[in-house]
DNA sequence: TAATTGTTCTTCGTATACACTTTGCCCGAA
DNA sequence: TTCGGGCAAAGTGTATACGAAGAACAATTA
């Protein structure tokens, strides 16, 4: 939210219990805990080699963004995403995203642009060294330059709490639309180029409407609603 | 996000950290705190009666919610709400809110019609009774309403956070346009209850441009960006 | 005046203690 | 076997204390 004040003076001190909201977080989105399990504070401060403070402090934040759920008195849970949650996420997201795309046609500068081409070329590459995992990293790395482009920070930090979410499933799913989708890309950040707004719009919806059939698709064989 | 998880067992109890939550944002929204205020972690501990545990849990959530902003070894600020800022929340609400009113078509039964209905008319009935503030909380309670009668949970809680800080906004900018959007809200349950998502979408459009153009006055009157 | 040194205030993290719930298990009764 | 009660263990919620490290600010010195 506040970027521009955070790094103002000497605080590159990164306190423990971002570090272990960090952690905590790919630990879920990676799988290594799973949806359901239960995470206990002495548990994860053992995990993390921390006392149970920074523990409890992440958990909170963890909680505010979906990821675990707290029961008071009983502890936090991982949460399970459902089938029915994953299409309401994509209703959002494909809000969000097509607004990020806008403002994005709409600021982007040419430096931007440079960097959103660069990001598609190493994506290509990688696409034929058939490098699954840097394609899906630099997927990401592509919507969220996007969204840094787009220049408002409402929009940057809840789209990407939800990006983060739309890993974790796709994870789960196990499955690599990435490749597949790469054409999307080069076509919205087109549209970005073009300073269209509603072009680049435009792209960014068909974008999602196809990234969000595989990944329901994905999570309706990979999940149960619990 | 799991309200359905929630209140599943005796889970009534309402911890600490939750109620200084509550305190917190609302001693914020209502100006108790003022912006670039800082907040000590002792301090709050005795403000609110606790040990210095649960405000810091509170303030990691609130921090995550934009309320504070927290620097690394230098403690918990109120955040400032810049102009700029303030336009790029209603840019994002803007999309939410006609998403919201979109699903809210489609899916309402009667009796959510009704509970809308009655919304109105006890605003109508404050408004004639010129008791501002129980309008400003109507307005508020119908906005929700329809959060929830769209059924997206993520919609729902994002935009609920957004909403705190519009109210936040008004409330320092000191105005009150609340009689004034009543009409607006009229068309919008009527729209809503219609069942065409496009027409209760451009509703709420219109409905959301014309908070934010008052929105947007107020706050240049009331601060300065820092 | 400018640089340096102290001092003080706070945060950050650890550790400990303890009340109170929840959970799980064991055991006895139907 | 199954059900219910009771008991002990586990774990959260909260308070408290303490030490280390950083930041802010004032005082001192060059």
Do not use: C
């Given at each position: 939210?506040?970027?521009?004040?955070?790094?103002?003076?000497?605080?590159?001190?990164l306190p423990l219990r971002d570090q272990v909201l960090a952690a905590l977080r790919t630990a879920?989105i990676?799988?290594?805990?799973?949806?359901?399990?239960?995470?206990?504070?002495?548990?994860?401060?053992?995990?993390f080699?921390?006392?149970?403070?920074?523990?409890?402090?992440a958990?909170?934040v963890a909680?505010?963004?979906?990821?675990?759920?707290?029961?008071?008195?009983?502890?936090?849970?991982?949460?399970?995403?459902?089938?029915?949650?994953?299409?309401?996420?994509?209703?959002?997201?494909?809000?969000?995203?097509?607004?990020?795309?806008?403002?994005?046609?709409?600021?982007?500068?040419?430096?931007?642009?440079?960097?959103?081409?660069?990001?598609?070329?190493?994506?290509?590459?990688?696409?034929?060294?058939?490098?699954?995992?840097?394609?899906?990293?630099?997927?990401?790395?592509?919507?969220?330059?996007?969204?840094?482009?787009?220049?408002?920070?409402?929009?940057?930090?809840?789209?990407?709490?939800?990006?983060l979410?739309?890993?974790?499933?796709?994870?789960?799913?196990?499955?690599?639309?990435?490749?597949?989708?790469?054409?999307?890309?080069?076509?919205?950040?087109?549209?970005?180029?073009?300073?269209?707004?509603?072009?680049?719009?435009?792209?960014?919806?068909?974008?999602?409407?196809?990234?969000?059939?595989?990944?329901?698709?994905?999570?309706?064989?990979?999940?149960?609603?619990?």
């Amino acid at each position: 939210m506040a970027e521009d004040l955070r790094d103002k003076l000497g605080a590159q001190h990164l306190p423990l219990r971002d570090q272990v909201l960090a952690a905590l977080r790919t630990a879920i989105i990676d799988g290594d805990y799973l949806p359901g399990e239960r995470l206990t504070e002495d548990r994860l401060a053992e995990d993390f080699g921390v006392s149970r403070n920074p523990v409890r402090e992440a958990l909170r934040v963890a909680e505010a963004e979906g990821f675990v759920v707290i029961l008071p008195r009983r502890g936090a849970v991982v949460a399970s995403p459902s089938s029915g949650t994953i299409a309401d996420m994509f209703a959002v997201r494909e809000r969000l995203e097509a607004l990020a795309a806008r403002l994005a046609a709409e600021r982007a500068t040419a430096a931007d642009v440079a960097s959103l081409r660069a990001l598609l070329d190493q994506g290509r590459e990688a696409t034929q060294r058939k490098d699954l995992a840097r394609v899906a990293e630099l997927n990401s790395t592509l919507h969220l330059r996007i969204l840094q482009i787009s220049g408002n920070p409402w929009l940057s930090s809840i789209a990407k709490s939800l990006y983060l979410h739309v890993q974790w499933i796709f994870r789960l799913g196990a499955a690599e639309r990435a490749p597949h989708s790469w054409a999307e890309h080069i076509q919205l950040v087109d549209a970005i180029e073009s300073g269209d707004g509603d072009r680049a719009e435009r792209a960014a919806l068909d974008h999602l409407d196809a990234a969000s059939a595989a990944a329901y698709e994905n999570a309706e064989g990979g999940y149960a609603a619990r």
